[in-house]
């Protein structure tokens, strides 16, 4: 569901047949509430033009650190990567609205796209211009704490979407070995449980909060339309044996955790870190 979980006009990304139209632009704005959910915390949830992210910090991280957003690697402004690549320490001027716990409060901008793949995960990670102290001076917001574990099955969950305005919430149901749609293979993916995270176009790059916490165990990122296999959104789920199974209306994310393995003494991603697991 990359194509139908983000969601912008096809020529922005011309260069790749696999372009997010879905929805189309016209019933999408048509679609916007002009409320929030009321049963969901928004504070440090982001809004991007195709897709959704949020406002996250790591668990040491300073107030002076430049802030950090994360959404998804096929909701990068330059393209989908493609199978096999990743980006990494591009300039980047991409903007985006935040949001307190009931409302868009303001803009923060990038300076940077940290690190950005669909190989084994599907994560964009960007630098921001302001720091963690000017977005809580500027807005009263802060961010969400990307998690250093790895999370449980039926740990309780929360995917909260701005550019929706609303949020879903259901459990862990179980880590799937290798999930793969199209050319795109992610390792370790979290599916959630049903109902209650029936995610739709738009809700790609929200957080996977553990619920009752402002605590980030992932990111969303696709789902099953209509139980074919391994196809363009119809994510298929490959068990250690290598058997190969399709669920239509399965919904799914990619962990985060890993990015605590590619840490600097610096506190900053370096792909040259002994034992970095994001793809490089």
Known sequence: MFKSLCVSATF??????????????????????????????????????NCSGSLIRLENSRDTDQAMVLTNGHCLETGMPR????????TSNRSFQVYDSNSRVGRVTAT?????????????????K??????????NVNALVLD???????????????????????????????????GWTMNDSIRYSRPGCEVI???????????NTRTVIGVNNTGNE???????????EIDENGNISAHKDYSYGQ????????????NEIDLSVPGCQLFH
């Open 12 to 49: 922005l990304f011309s260069s790749f047949a696999l372009a997010f139209p879905l929805p189309k632009p016209a019933l999408m704005q048509a679609s916007l509430p002009a409320y929030f959910s009321t049963n969901y915390d928004f504070e440090g949830i982001v809004a991007l033009s």
């Open 83 to 90: 199978p096999g690549t990743f980006v990494y320490g591009k």
């Open 112 to 128: 940077q796209i940290i690190y950005s793949t669909m190989t084994k995960t599907d994560m964009t990670l960007y630098k921001l």
């Open 130 to 139: 302001e720091t963690y102290a000017d977005i809580k001076a500027n807005f």
């Open 148 to 182: 250093s574990k790895h999370p449980n099955v039926n740990d309780g969950m929360e995917v909260i979407s701005g550019y929706w305005n609303r949020g879903y919430s259901c459990n862990i149901e179980t880590f799937v070995s290798q999930l793969r749609e199209d």
């Open 201 to 211: 176009g738009g809700t790609s790059g929200s957080p996977i909060i553990r619920k």
């Open 226 to 236: 209509d139980g074919l296999q391994c196809l363009m959104n119809n994510p298929c």
């Open 255 to 266: 962990q985060t955790y890993t990015v605590y393995s590619c840490l600097n003494q610096y």
